[in-house]
Every structure is written in structure tokens, then in C-alpha cells.
């Protein structure tokens, strides 16, 4: 693929990745009565493992010495991005609220865009930083349904604390994904980060299962393990890195604003929830704000 088509698949990527995430927070919500977090996440990269190292395997068997001498940093991708941004999500879920909850992950691209330009020297001029602006300020009117003034009176629960240390590990997940060079393509990098978050969260699920939160095990579960490793798993992971190796990690972490947009559209499609005005403002601007963050800036 030549260098202008992967810039523009890029470009398309990313419109089409937070729709893939956008399953994640349904499922999560469906899956909450039959289905332990830490089983849920372990299912998840699994599956997503297998599939990317079906699709993988030859460039990673070809490579066995760079294997071990990653294995440190795939560790630490597996904690940050596939337990801690997995589990904790679907913990702290169950004892939040969503308004929360989209509140504290709106910190993440300010703070990936921030870091980026400190400690990646990627260069955000003054269209990106008011994109980036514009955007947080479309997904608070959407989290907040439109009503300013209940921001003063949002109130704090445990399970905040699962999501915020959810949210700020995603911005230490996508810094590092960008700053730590790899010997391997963003699809075979990834199966084995699968595989590290795997063997990082089995023993948690043993535990949760044997003394907390015992699985139901049936067709119904299974199907919420193939689309949250497909879709969020699979297909979302592998775009966001390949999007961060094109555009850069400060812009590509803007992406995460549509996804306010993209969960009210798929309750509406699948919960029957309302769509209401504020989503449509929030919209105007969440979609200017992305163009503008996503600019090549200008020397």
C-alpha cells in the first residue's frame, strides 16, 4: 500500500474505530447480569489473540528473538491496555453512572495530545489545539445532556475510581504504543499484547469466579464475547495503532470524542433510547472540532 493510501485509510479509520468501541459500552451494559468483568475482558482478548495470530503467526514465528526481547513491554501493554482499560472498565460500570463515565475518559485525549507534544515533540499548531477544544467541548454538552449547570452538582462514587484509572492508563497505553519502537507490524505487535493481557488476567478471573462473580455460561455470553473481541477487540485496537503509526498519537486520540455520538446511536438502533437535541449539538461540535484537530500542522 502506498503512502497516500494509507494516510487515507487513516483518515477513514478514523470515523469507522469509535463505532467498533461504541459496542464495547453496549455490551458491557448488556452483559452485566450473566457475565464477570474480568471473564468478560478475558474472553475478549482471547478470542481477538487467536484471530490476530491466525492472521499473524508466520511474521511472528520468523521473529522469536524479538519476542523475548519485548516481552517487558508487551507486559506492560497488556496491564494497561487490556486489563486495566478492559476489566476496570466493566467493574466500574457497575457502580457509576454514565454521565461519569464520559466525563472522566474526556480527559484522556487532552492529556494524550499534551503528553504527545512534550514528550513526542508532535507538533500541534493552533487549528489542532482549538479542534481538540472544540471537540471536549461537544462531548461534555452530550455527556451533560445538554445542562451546564450539572456539572456542579455531579456527584462521586467508588466506581470512578475505576474508570478515571482506566482513562488515564488508555493515555499511558497510547503514549507508549507510539514511543516504543517494535520489530514487529502493528497486527502481529498486537496479537502478542493479546497474549500478555491473557496470562495477566486468568488469575484474576479464577478468583472472581470461584469467590465473586461466577459466569453464566451459555449461547448468550458467547455472543457477547465474539463482538466485544471483534469489534472494541480485534477490529478497534488494530485501527487506533495503525491510525497513531500515520497520523501521530495526539491527533488520533481526539477520535475517542465520537464516541458519545456513536453509543447514543447504537442505543437508539438497539436499546430504543432517544435521540435528543443535545446529541445533535453536541455533534456540531464534535465533528468540526475532529477535522480540525486532525490538520496537518503547518510549519
Known amino acids: 500500500m502506498t503512502p497516500a493510501r494509507k494516510l487515507r485509510l487513516a483518515y477513514v479509520l478514523l470515523f469507522v474505530t469509535p463505532a467498533l468501541w461504541g459496542v464495547n459500552y453496549l455490551v458491557a451494559r448488556l452483559a452485566a447480569d450473566t457475565m464477570a468483568p474480568h471473564a468478560l475482558a478475558l474472553g475478549r482478548w482471547a478470542l481477538a489473540g487467536l484471530l490476530l495470530t491466525a492472521l499473524s503467526w508466520r511474521e511472528i514465528a520468523a521473529r522469536p528473538r524479538a519476542v523475548v526481547g519485548e516481552w517487558k513491554q508487551l507486559a506492560v501493554f497488556g496491564l494497561l491496555g487490556m486489563w486495566i482499560c478492559g476489566a476496570f472498565v466493566y467493574i466500574g460500570a457497575r457502580t457509576t453512572t454514565a454521565t461519569n463515565i464520559g466525563l ?8 494524550i495530545a499534551l503528553v504527545s507534544s512534550l514528550a513526542l515533540r508532535e507538533r500541534l499548531g493552533i487549528a489542532q489545539v482549538a479542534g481538540i477544544a472544540l471537540a471536549l467541548a461537544g462531548v461534555l454538552h452530550v ?4 445542562r451546564w449547570g450539572a456539572l456542579a ?3 462521586w462514587s467508588v466506581g470512578d475510581l475505576w474508570i478515571l484509572t482506566a482513562a488515564l492508563s488508555w ?3 497510547a503514549i507508549l504504543l507510539k514511543a516504543w519502537p517494535s520489530a514487529f507490524g502493528p497486527m502481529a505487535r498486537l496479537a502478542l499484547t493479546c497474549w500478555a493481557g491473557v496470562i495477566i488476567l486468568l488469575p484474576f478471573a479464577v478468583v472472581e469466579a470461584l469467590w465473586f462473580m461466577p459466569t453464566v455460561l451459555d449461547w448468550t455470553s458467547l455472543a457477547y464475547v465474539v463482538a466485544v473481541a471483534l469489534f472494541p477487540g480485534f477490529g478497534a ?12 498519537a495526539a491527533r488520533v486520540g481526539v477520535v475517542l470524542y465520537l464516541g458519545p455520538l456513536y453509543a447514543a446511536g447504537l442505543a437508539w438502533a438497539v436499546l430504543g433510547e432517544a435521540i435528543r437535541p443535545f446529541h445533535a449539538v453536541g455533534a456540531a461540535l464534535i465533528l468540526p472540532g475532529i477535522y480540525l484537530a486532525t490538520r496537518p500542522a503547518r510549519a
Open 237 to 248: 485496537y488494530l485501527s487506533y495503532a495503525f491510525m497513531q503509526r500515520e497520523l501521530g
Open 153 to 155: 452538582q455531579v456527584q
Open 171 to 173: 493515555t499511558v497505553y
Open 143 to 146: 455527556v451533560l445532556k445538554g
Open 104 to 111: 472522566l475518559y474526556a480527559i484522556s485525549p487532552v492529556l
